[in-house]
């Protein structure tokens, strides 16, 4: 699979073709109601980024020094776990870019209290990787928590992250296959009119009832919906969120509400113009366009 993913790049026609077949076969199995160990959930330590991507789908390019709040993130993996019985498939301590966050650890220590066995993983640009300290290491391994690390074309020293997480006995793995090949980036590009199919855009979305965010009490079913008011602001646009885009976890009485929730469409999605989504991207950073969204 290593190799076929190698020689295959996101930018041939090969990929897209296989790419388009296999998300509208796929949902018919990935919007079946889940069970919670189905749920891949990301908390956000931080909004922010310093790398600031083109087209990132969490607006990050937009933000500035915005970090979760830490004690309104504990009530949130707290009730959540409540909720989930302390099992769902995987939690990202995720972002923006989460080592900007210095209660960081906290966040990871609270996150395995509520998750425990559960894979807990932080997903970064490594940029920081090398100066975050030792008690970034040995809490990270203390709670088994894997560094998921994505190679973008920037100066890091490989290497030596290799030798910090070995040392420290903590797992090592790369974001999108970002250790056999280039970084690539999509655009996956919004309709403010919001005339798109909501029912074919969420068959297309490869996050649709598999990726979470949790964030100030809501779940979400993707990172775009959690953060358009980013956009909405930097762009004096008005792409509405209402409350049946999102679940408020301190008013679901069970999972399997939450589950139901989200085996269906969100009104948002008549937003997300997925078969427009143009894969293979060269990585650039953003110019605060927006072009780059819409």
């Given amino acids: 699979m290593r190799f076929f993913r190698k020689i295959v790049?996101?930018?041939?026609?090969?990929?897209r073709g296989l790419y388009y077949v296999y998300i509208r076969l796929a949902s018919k199995v990935r919007l079946?109601?889940?069970?919670?160990?189905?749920?891949?959930?990301?908390?956000?330590?931080?909004?922010?980024?310093?790398?600031?991507?083109?087209?990132?789908?969490?607006?990050?390019?937009?933000?500035?020094?915005?970090?979760?709040d830490l004690n309104a993130l504990k009530r949130d993996l707290s009730r959540f776990s409540e909720l989930s019985g302390g099992r769902i498939g995987s939690l990202a301590v995720s972002g923006g870019e989460?080592?900007?966050?210095?209660?960081?650890?906290?966040?990871?220590?609270?996150?395995?209290?509520?998750?425990?066995?559960?894979?807990?993983n932080i997903i970064t640009n490594g940029i920081r990787l090398i100066d975050a300290g030792e008690d970034f290491w040995t809490t990270c391994a203390e709670c088994g928590c894997t560094i998921s690390l994505t190679c973008y074309p920037i100066e890091i020293?490989?290497?030596?992250?290799?030798?910090?997480?070995?040392?420290?006995?903590?797992?090592?793995?790369?974001?999108?296959d970002t250790d056999i090949r280039n970084k690539t980036m999509y655009f996956s590009p919004?309709?403010?009119?919001?005339?798109?199919?909501?029912?074919?855009?969420?068959?297309?979305?490869?996050?649709?009832?598999?990726?979470?965010?949790?964030?100030n009490g809501r779940l979400y079913t993707c990172p775009t919906i959690a953060h358009i008011e980013y956009f909405n602001d930097?762009?004096?646009?008005?792409?509405?969120?209402?409350d049946r885009?999102?679940?408020?976890?301190?008013?679901?009485?069970?999972?399997?509400?939450?589950?139901?929730?989200?085996s269906k469409p969100m009104p948002f999605c008549s937003y997300c113009n997925k078969k427009g989504r143009v894969p293979g991207l060269g990585w650039e950073v953003s110019g605060k366009e927006i072009s780059e969204w819409v």
């Fill in 9 to 15: 790049p996101y930018t041939s026609g090969l990929y």
């Fill in 32 to 68: 079946r109601k889940k069970k919670p160990g189905g749920m891949n959930v990301q908390i956000h330590a931080a909004e922010n980024c310093n790398l600031g991507c083109k087209w990132c789908n969490a607006f990050s390019p937009l933000i500035e020094d915005r970090l979760a």
């Fill in 98 to 120: 989460p080592l900007l966050n210095p209660q960081l650890l906290e966040i990871i220590k609270h996150a395995r209290k509520c998750f425990p066995g559960q894979k807990l």
């Fill in 157 to 176: 020293d490989l290497k030596k992250v290799r030798q910090l997480a070995l040392s420290h006995n903590v797992k090592l793995v790369f974001q999108d």
């Fill in 190 to 215: 919004l309709d403010p009119s919001g005339s798109q199919n909501a029912d074919e855009s969420y068959k297309l979305c490869f996050m649709s009832n598999t990726d979470f965010v949790l964030e």
């Fill in 234 to 242: 930097y762009f004096g646009r008005n792409l509405v969120v209402t």
């Fill in 245 to 262: 885009d999102y679940i408020d976890i301190y008013k679901a009485e069970n999972m399997d509400a939450i589950l139901s929730f989200f």
